[in-house]
Every structure is written in C-alpha cells, then in structure tokens.
C-alpha cells in the first residue's frame, strides 16, 4: 500500500520547537521531490517548502525561512521537518506529500503530489 504517515505534531510553547516526522511505504522517496504543506481552517492549503532529488530546496513561506529546515533520509525512506522558534501564527495542520520526478517550480501547485501524509495538528500557544 502506497502511502505517507506523519508524527510529530503536538502542543508547543512560542519560541519552542517540533520535529515533524513522515515516513513512505509502498514507494521509495530516492525518485520524488518531497514538500511540506500547511493548512488551517477556513484557508488554503499552503505550501511551505520543497526539496528535489537532488536536494535543491526552495522555500515559498517566507514567515519561515531561517526557522523551518526540511530534510530527507532516503535509506529510511523518510522525510522531516525541524521546526524552531514557532509562533502563534505557525498553528496548522501539517501535511507531508511527495511527488514523482517533481521539480519544486517557484510557482507550486498541490495537484502534481500524488502523495499525502494525513496531516497533523501543531498548536502554537502558550
């Protein structure tokens, strides 16, 4: 069975720090690029970074940069997502996906992932 499965998300202070976790089964990453996308209620699907294989990343939520880091295990066929400093604002679900060949374009649609996490709630608050 094709599939993502996320861990990590929870309960965190401001200025605190998560590390969401995704692992691939029924697929192997080495040949997807992999992203990082966010959603909260009544909004969009956002996403908020992206790593090619070859690990070329690009970053579209600029709320982020210098605080959020993706990363990929490809032995383990998993992929992460090193949050620091968290804010308030960072409340959403989270949701890990991946897409085939993919290239991580400046201007990112969800519809290329053909692969998604469940999603996990992360909570900003004090």
Avoid at 56 to 69: E, W
Avoid at 109 to 118: K, L, R, T, V
Wanted: hydrophobic content about 35%; overall charge neutral.
């Amino acid at each position: 069975q094709v599939q993502l499965v996320e861990f990590g998300g929870g309960l965190v202070q401001p200025g605190g720090s998560l590390r969401l976790s995704c692992v691939a089964s029924g697929f192997t990453l080495d040949y997807y690029a992999i992203g990082w996308f966010r959603q909260v209620p009544g909004k969009e699907r956002e996403a908020i970074v992206c790593m090619t294989r070859t690990d070329s990343i690009t970053y579209y939520a600029d709320s982020v940069k210098g605080r959020f880091t993706i990363s990929r295990d490809n032995a383990k066929n998993m992929m992460y997502l090193q949050m620091n400093n968290l804010k308030p604002e960072d409340t959403a679900v989270y949701y890990c996906a991946a897409e085939y060949l993919g290239g991580c374009p400046r201007r990112i649609s969800i519809q290329p992932f053909e692969n998604w996490g469940q999603g996990t709630q992360v909570t900003v608050s004090s």
